[in-house]
């Protein structure tokens, strides 16, 4: 089966200028990657949960896959086909919508709710009474009265206001959807019928969907696939269920523990995640994550560890995988040896 949208090896560079060094007249400022070659698939019907901290490069992977943020290296592909130009990405666009952060702010403030729902349709130009026809009926199809049709959008709480969000993304019928945090500012209640609704939606329309948040017990329920990022970087990937039963990276590990637990009395085997994620400027030597892992060794403090497939439609970037604790990694001791001292080296593993 073709997957609806993959990025190849994807890098999205930033140029960080400081005032000092435009009045040293320095140049080229020097660059960052904020995303780092990331690979991903999305398959028709599939939903993928991408989860990471804020500045984790979720969000700024989310914008460049449908072009409103450009790549520096790899490639994106639409239905099997690259996706190069500005035309190119007009059709992903088409094709595809994206649900933004704020659920009031992403809808225009001096629209009706009728007009913001049937805005494609008039570049259509369909007519009038079928365009109020169809937007009682997108509402219907989100869970709200057609009398919605006259509100405005500082007039709906912040589950109907993302609602209509939900309806509004897919008027046109995408073949992807990309939300990002969908449940940001929501009460607990009105995420999970938030949730839902686009599970239940999926399942009637058949779209792909990425889900973007930095909340991995939201995404669990309704995610066939994980993936996760830290710090531009995807340091695991595979089925929900699998990541959630036997993590492989130790941020996974952290995230899933940091989580609530519901019962006071019950408590969390201590794998919690220290400090701060560090800034792109200064990304750490070695493994990204060894300021913060509870489990690092000097291997990750040295060399930068290898994206790995493994079995199980699994993948994960790290010297010593969960499962594995406790065996060396099968690294080449050359590329280790070769690696002391080195910046962003990558160690090699014979075999996983
Ligand atoms: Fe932790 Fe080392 Fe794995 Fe990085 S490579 S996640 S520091 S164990």
Same mark, same amino acid.
């Given at each position: 089966m073709t997957p609806i949208i993959t990025t190849e090896e994807l890098s999205v560079t930033f140029a960080r200028r400081r005032l000092s060094d435009r009045l040293l007249g320095l140049s080229p400022p020097p660059e960052f990657n904020i995303l780092d070659k990331v690979s991903l698939a999305l398959m028709p019907g599939e939903t993928l949960g991408l989860v990471g901290e804020s500045g984790s490069g979720k969000t700024t992977l989310a914008r460049t896959m449908l072009g409103l943020n450009r790549a520096s290296e790899g490639e994106i592909r639409f239905e099997g086909r690259p996706v190069k130009t500005q035309p190119d990405f007009r059709m992903v666009r088409r094709k595809s919508a994206m649900m933004f952060q704020d659920p009031v702010a !992403?809808? !225009?403030?001096?629209?009706?709710v009728g007009a913001l729902l049937t805005e494609p349709f008039v570049i259509r130009r369909m007519a009038m009474h079928d365009r109020k026809a169809t937007a009682k009926s997108l509402l219907a199809q989100v869970g709200?009265? @057609? !009398?919605?049709?006259? *509100?405005?959008? $500082?007039?709906? !709480?912040g589950g109907q206001a993302r609602r209509v969000g939900v309806a509004r993304a897919l008027a046109l019928k995408p073949s992807l959807l990309i939300a990002d945090e969908?449940? @940001?500012?929501?009460?607990v209640s009105v995420q999970g019928d938030i949730l839902n609704l686009i599970a239940e939606l999926k399942e009637e329309l058949a779209f792909a969907s990425m889900i973007v948040t930095h909340n991995l017990a939201m995404v669990r329920h309704v995610s066939d696939r994980l993936a996760i990022m830290y710090l531009g970087r995807l340091v695991e990937t595979g089925p929900t269920q699998d990541v959630f039963d036997a993590p492989l990276h130790p941020y996974t590990a952290s995230l899933i523990k940091s989580e609530p637990v519901p019962d006071p009395r019950r408590r969390r085997e201590s794998l919690a995640i220290k400090g701060e994620i560090p800034s792109v400027f200064r990304r750490p030597q070695g493994c990204e994550f060894h300021t913060r892992?509870?489990?690092?060794?000097?291997l990750c403090r040295a060399a930068t560890p290898s994206y790995r497939a493994l079995s199980g439609n699994r993948t994960v970037r790290c010297h010593f995988p969960l499962e594995n604790r406790g065996q060396e990694p099968e690294v080449l001791n050359s590329a280790f040896a070769n690696s *002391?001292?080195?910046? $962003?080296d990558q160690v090699e593993y014979r075999s996983t």
């Open positions: !992403s809808l !225009s403030p001096r629209q009706k709200l009265p @057609a !009398s919605f049709v006259e *509100r405005y959008p $500082h007039e709906l !709480s969908p449940t @940001a500012g929501l009460d892992c509870p489990v690092a060794r000097e *002391r001292g080195k910046k $962003h």
